[in-house]
Nanobody, 120 residues
Framework: QVQLVESGGGLVQAGGSLRLSCVAS????????MDWYRQAPGKQRELVAT???????DYGDSVKGRFTIFRDNTKNTVYLQMNSLNPEDTAVYYC??????????????WGQGTQVTVSS
């Protein structure tokens, strides 16, 4: 079983920055992709950013140029650096990790979510 623990959310003024962290632990053999999603009230969950095991990244259109995703494979940790935040970024942010566990079965785990609130 793989567990994800997120941290770093909070309240910030528009134009400010936050860094989210997500640590994966448990019976992990390898990690393929690490992603950040977000869900605002009344809206569907959307992909914010993704990073592969090789370091290839991709971003949602609304965050390109403002957010940066990166990972530390030695710590099974993924980060999301969020700059130039605006009120539309207010949402619960979720970490998602896909990989293989110690039995070489694929896992697809989600974190509990961390609230990000941007005030105008």
């Amino acid at each position: 079983q793989v567990q994800l623990v997120e941290s770093g959310g909070g309240l910030v003024q528009a134009g400010g920055s936050l860094r989210l962290s997500c640590v994966a632990s448990g019976s992990i053999f390898s990690i393929k992709t690490m992603d950040w999603y977000r869900q605002a009230p009344g809206k569907q969950r959307e992909l914010v950013a993704t990073v592969t095991s090789g370091g290839i990244t991709d971003y949602g259109d609304s965050v390109k140029g403002r957010f940066t995703i990166f990972r530390d494979n030695t710590k099974n940790t993924v980060y999301l650096q969020m700059n130039s935040l605006n009120p539309e970024d207010t949402a619960v942010y979720y970490c998602n990790v896909v990989g293989h566990d110690s039995w070489l079965d694929q896992f697809d785990s989600w974190g509990q979510g961390t609230q990000v609130t941007v005030s105008s």
